[in-house]
């Protein structure tokens, strides 16, 4: 049975792990009006003096994104919103997203039959062309005017404002779970110490010492981070990546975030 952990670093610093009370998994962290919330197997948990406590607990786990100030998850039949007490949800929008992304671009949501909404501040959500996808969209990301999509094929999409298109991957590509894009470039990354970049040329594998998998990419102090089984990594230049050496148990880490002056880094512990 795997317990919750997050470890805090900071340059030239110690890691530190810092306890997480009824958590379970750390898959996600992030900062909702100035506090370090994060997405757990058994909820959402809040930072409280050093100690990562329960304060939502839900049933199943559920996709999220905030922009600082709005935390919405993905609840089958449409979208909740985070109450400022940081411990209640309540309904929030009609959108039936099974993926959902925030940057500071705008939101980003897709749904069932590849419905794809967005929507940019406090507009209202407005959908628009279909992802012709027969999987369900897993992961979304936006990247200046161009948005990226990655079903539960593995198979990737993009839309530079019209339609949506699905592009090749390199032969022998394993199975994908995470997506990130910047307005020049986008990474894709899974099992096998897969990640795949796209420049001009379109989608490129890059050159890993792992087999661990990848499920979920960051933007942390300056540096692009991918993590999963394989543990954190980053790089400065979006190409070489760098594996961050973490004392203690086995398990794996999930998730990076900069906040309160260190990277968090979010995951389980066997």
């Known amino acids: 049975m795997s317990r919750g952990r997050v470890v805090r670093t900071a340059w030239g610093s110690p890691n530190q792990d810092e306890p997480c009370e009824g958590t379970g998994s750390v898959w996600a962290i992030d900062t909702w009006r100035g506090r370090l919330v994060a997405r757990c197997m058994k909820g959402l948990a809040t930072r409280q003096a ?5 304060t ?30 940081g411990t209640t949800l309540v309904a929030a929008y009609p959108i039936p997203a099974t993926a959902l992304h925030c940057s500071g671009q705008g939101w980003l949501a ?22 012709h996808s027969d999987a369900s969209i897993m992961e979304l990301a936006l990247g200046g005017s161009v948005a990226y999509a990655l079903d539960g094929k593995s198979q990737l999409w993009r839309n530079d404002g019209g339609d949506w298109v699905q592009e090749p991957k390199p032969p022998g590509t394993p199975m994908l779970f995470c997506l990130h894009a910047t307005a020049d470039r986008a990474w894709a990354a899974g099992d096998d110490g897969c990640i795949l970049m796209r420049g001009l040329n379109g989608w490129q594998r890059l050159a890993l010492d792992t087999t661990g998998g990848f499920s979920n990419f960051a ?8 993590c999963g089984s394989a543990g954190a990594w980053y790089s400065a230049d979006g190409l070489t990546f760098q594996q961050v050496p973490i004392e203690g148990p086995r398990g794996n880490i999930y ?7 260190a990277v968090f880094l ?3 512990i066997f």
């Open 266 to 268: 979010g995951g389980d």
């Open 255 to 261: 998730c990076a975030h900069e906040g309160d002056g």
């Open 56 to 85: 939502v607990p839900l049933s199943r786990p559920q996709t999220w994104a905030t922009d600082g100030q709005e935390l919405l998850l993905c609840q089958g039949d449409g979208l909740a919103k985070l109450e400022d007490d």
């Open 110 to 131: 897709a749904g069932k039959g590849g419905a794809f909404w967005a929507r940019t501040g406090i507009a209202p959500w407005t959908e628009y062309a279909r992802i």
């Open 50 to 54: 050093g100690t990562w406590r329960l």
């Open 219 to 226: 933007f942390a102090a300056g540096y692009l981070w991918a």
